[in-house]
């Protein structure tokens, strides 16, 4: 069960749709927010880091109560060359062990790493429900969380270290931002059969559960997904009747795949992928979005409001 509230967090990462939101969130119950950041600290709740391959001195971090890594290059760019593949590792892996490395100097002393994953650690396993005691899938989005969780792990012994497994955000400049023009046209439909299971989550849970994991003692892998499944048509026809347009062009996978390439495809789209928040559910965690149709009435406006 959730402990006294944190009050310092240390956040890699803070100015994307999580991080950002997180930021606000923290900061409005009164925890001291510190962000590390690439460019020139605008104040002094910024900390200038990964320059030169330079490490973070530890002190930036001593004294917090948890420190936050949601560094990562969208997943949602294409196509995903060669290079940019090269930059969807890198983008996680270097942030994650830089702060790794220093936690670890801090010994008896160091913060909670509370570091991102991803849902795509399963990679697409059909018709098997997964939990966090579930076997990693395969392709490339798997092996980069692989990476990844291990770049965490090596905070050493001496800290908690959780890795948040977080489902595709429904939010309009997340999961939906690809699909919101789409559907204004009425050119929205199942993609392949649309029968492939999407773990997903409110933008509203995802920065709860995040700091529920914050002010817990959970330790391990966390999967951030909401509590009810949904299709890949469940969220489509959700999106398309929340702004009173038609959900009926069938996009063909083999279309999909020439426009998005292979990797992206399989990894984002035809995946299939029943992931439960188990370890959320039992730690206590209420949702406040218990089903896609709920998240998407939350991001979306209706037409006319």
């Known amino acids: ?43 002094p709740h910024e900390r200038q880091w990964l320059q030169d391959a330079a490490p973070l001195d530890p002190d930036v971090i001593a004294g917090a109560d948890a420190v936050v890594c949601l560094n990562g290059a969208s997943i949602g760019h294409f196509p995903w060359t060669p290079s940019y593949k090269s930059t969807l590792l890198w983008s996680r892996v270097t942030p994650t062990r830089t702060l790794a490395a220093a936690v670890r100097a801090l010994g008896d002393d160091a913060p909670a790493l509370v570091n991102a994953s991803a849902t795509g650690f399963y990679g697409s396993q059909p018709r098997v429900v997964l939990t966090e005691s579930s076997d990693r899938g395969s392709g490339l989005l798997a092996d980069i969380c692989v990476d990844w969780e291990a770049a965490a792990r090596d905070a050493g012994d ?23 023009l789409l559907t204004k046209l009425g050119v929205s439909g199942p993609i392949g059969r649309g029968t ?31 509590p009810t499944r949904a299709t890949a048509n469940d969220l489509g026809f959700a999106l398309a009747q929340r702004m009173n347009r038609p959900y009926v062009l069938r996009a063909p996978v083999w279309g999909v795949k020439l426009a998005l390439g292979k990797d992206a495809t399989e ?3 035809t995946s299939d992928a029943d992931v439960r928040p188990t370890v959320l559910e039992d730690t206590g965690y209420t949702f406040t979005h218990r089903t896609v149709e709920e998240a998407i009435a939350s991001a979306v406006p209706a037409p006319g409001d």
Do not use: C, F, Y
Request: hydrophobic fraction near 50%; glycine fraction near 8%; charge should be neutral.
């Open 1 to 43: 069960m959730p402990e006294s509230p944190a009050r310092r967090v240390v956040i890699a990462g803070a100015s994307g749709l999580i991080g950002s939101a997180l930021v606000d969130s923290l900061r409005a119950d009164g925890a001291e927010v510190t962000s590390l950041v690439r460019h020139a600290p605008s104040g």
């Open 158 to 180: 001496k800290a908690r270290v959780a890795l948040l497994r977080t489902a595709p955000v429904v939010h309009e400049q997340g999961v939906l931002k690809p699909l919101l």
């Open 196 to 226: 492939q299971v999407w773990p997903w989550i409110s933008l509203d849970d995802e920065v709860r559960a995040i700091r529920h994991v914050i002010d817990s003692d959970i330790a391990g892998p966390v999967n951030l997904t909401g």
């Open 267 to 269: 990894a984002l789209l």
